[in-house]
């Protein structure tokens, strides 16, 4: 019986290491997205900043933007998040419906 139980706790200690990678690479995801998203964002602002107007998508852009700061915020993955530590995801949607009015 010893033998059983032993084959039973490896198999759950192997399902919770599966999980941690699971985790960790959804992390990886959500913080690569986020820094993909405020990359592109970086580049419409600076576009903007010398043409006088937004490039073609740019609303696109921001509002992908917000979605990245969001779910970084939501997901229990820790990264900087880049000044949004202290706003609420209500406080983020003012921000998105402010500077996405495009």
């Known amino acids: 019986m010893k033998k059983y139980l032993y084959i039973v706790l490896l198999i759950g200690i192997w399902s919770c290491e599966d999980n941690k990678d699971d985790s960790?690479?959804?992390?990886?995801?959500?913080?690569?997205?986020?820094?993909e998203a405020t990359?592109?964002?970086?580049?419409v602002s600076d576009y903007r900043w010398i043409n006088g107007e937004y490039p073609e998508g740019a609303k696109e852009i921001c509002n992908a933007y917000f979605?990245?700061?969001?779910?970084?915020?939501?997901?229990?993955?820790?990264?900087?998040?880049?000044?949004?530590?202290?706003?609420?995801?209500?406080?983020?949607?003012?921000?998105?419906?402010?500077?996405?009015?495009?």
């Open 24 to 35: 960790s690479n959804a992390c990886s995801d959500i913080v690569s997205n986020a820094a």
């Open 39 to 43: 990359s592109l964002w970086s580049d």
């Open 67 to 102: 979605d990245s700061i969001i779910l970084l915020k939501e997901s229990n993955c820790l990264t900087d998040l880049d000044g949004w530590e202290n706003f609420s995801l209500n406080e983020i949607e003012v921000q998105r419906t402010s500077q996405c009015d495009i």
